[in-house]
């Protein structure tokens, strides 16, 4: 059917290709197929096929496994911590960059009483 290139705000140009199927008619399975007129249509973009590939064997590698594990304990505590017990539970603020600007106070503030009560607890050395 054709190709579309479409560029991003960050100036990323991908192309993607289209297609039709041409042998719709008269096929059993088209009401559960489509219910357009002019047949089946599909889109296929190379690049990013070729990224998820690749995405998908490094999270089946043995070193992707063990940092996918590793995530549990290193990221996601971190939003539990955030939504319990600093009480976050949604933005106050719309739009992108005031919901940037209001994620990154959420987090300094997160990190500092974190370090305060560190900074608190007795040292172990002597």
Known sequence: MGTSKQTTESGYTSVTRHYQCHECEGCPFRS????????RTTQWNPVY?????????RLESEEGQARYRQRK????????QIKQNRGFRRFV??????????????CAAH????KAARDKQPSLVA
């Open 73 to 80: 304990t290193d990221i996601e505590s971190v939003f539990g």
């Open 93 to 106: 603020l719309r739009g992108l960059q005031k919901v940037s600007i209001e994620w990154g106070l959420i």
């Open 111 to 114: 990190n500092l009483l974190k």
């Open 32 to 39: 559960a197929c489509t219910t357009s007129k002019y047949g």
């Open 49 to 57: 096929h070729e990224q998820k590939q690749r995405a998908r064997e």
